[in-house]
């Protein structure tokens, strides 16, 4: 029997169904098991225990995506750069043990603007390089230069001034919801790195499987700085042209974020 994917779906059907579905389009069996096919959680258990006792191995490819193709050429993964899990419901990433690169969790803007955006950008806004007026700031606890800073409290993080002018405001409850819609589980992949005669070298290590998260874990972490908020947007004139709030963190801050955690 053969598992894919199919919507959200999980399916399970035989080499010869797929055979009899792929006919009346003429599309090869290869074709569709590249897109559709998911690895189980303990396969991927047991391909990681052989990896790791393997020690280094070198980068299938130069530069910062190396790893991630790596491990999916170690693990006979098929590399897939689109919003799809890789094994079921869960996303891998990989991770170099001494990188502290930022990734985006998600974007949320949904009626959260206590002030017009436009108005915002008029009022507390820098010019960018193209010399466009606009609220690009990573927002912290700490007041930035535009007198804007993050406030925390046990139900919404909000956008302020310190003149207690409030900008915008997120419910907790709603952040936690768009964040297991976008990541209900992470699979962490660690490894160390080393580099041989310029070519670089990984010593995958380490897997942890993460679950679930809280309105009430996340407000500690908002209040750590492990969850940064990024404002993007600009004025367009007649209006803000808004990029999406970025909700952002430091690779290393994932295991933080989440409640359940297995190391695999």
Not at 189 to 204: M, N, Q, W
Request: contains cysteine; positive net charge; aromatic residues 10%.
């Amino acid at each position: 029997m053969t598992f894919f994917i199919y919507f959200g779906k999980l399916l399970v059907i035989s080499s010869k169904t797929i055979i009899n579905l792929c006919k009346p389009f003429g599309l090869p069996i290869c074709l569709i098991s590249k897109l559709m096919y998911k690895m189980k959680l303990e396969q991927f258990v047991t391909k990681f225990k052989k990896l790791k006792a393997k020690g280094f191995v070198p980068s299938t490819r130069k530069g910062p995506t190396g790893i991630g193709h790596t491990l999916e050429t170690q693990l006979g993964l098929k590399e897939n750069n689109i919003a799809l899990p890789d094994i079921h419901e869960v996303e891998i990433k990989a991770h170099r043990t001494n990188s502290n690169n930022m990734i985006t969790l998600f974007t949320f803007n949904r009626k959260v603007w206590e002030m017009p955006p436009l108005e915002a950008i008029k009022k507390y806004g820098s010019l960018d390089k193209n010399g466009r007026k606009g609220l690009y700031y990573t927002m912290k606890l700490k007041p930035n230069s535009a007198g804007l800073f993050l406030n925390v409290t046990d139900t919404d993080i909000s956008v302020r001034h310190i003149s207690g002018k409030i900008i915008a405001v997120w419910e907790l409850q709603k952040l936690t919801e768009q964040f297991m819609q976008k990541i209900p589980a992470l699979l962490l992949v660690s490894a160390f790195t080393e580099e041989r005669d310029g070519k670089e070298y990984f010593h995958f290590s380490r897997a942890q499987l993460m679950k679930g998260t809280s309105p009430e874990l996340l407000a500690d972490q908002f209040k750590a700085e492990n969850i940064l908020v990024d404002l993007r947007l600009h004025d367009k004139g007649t209006m803000a042209r808004n990029h999406g709030t970025g909700f952002r963190t430091y690779e290393d801050k994932l295991p933080y974020l989440f409640s359940k955690i297995t190391v695999l």
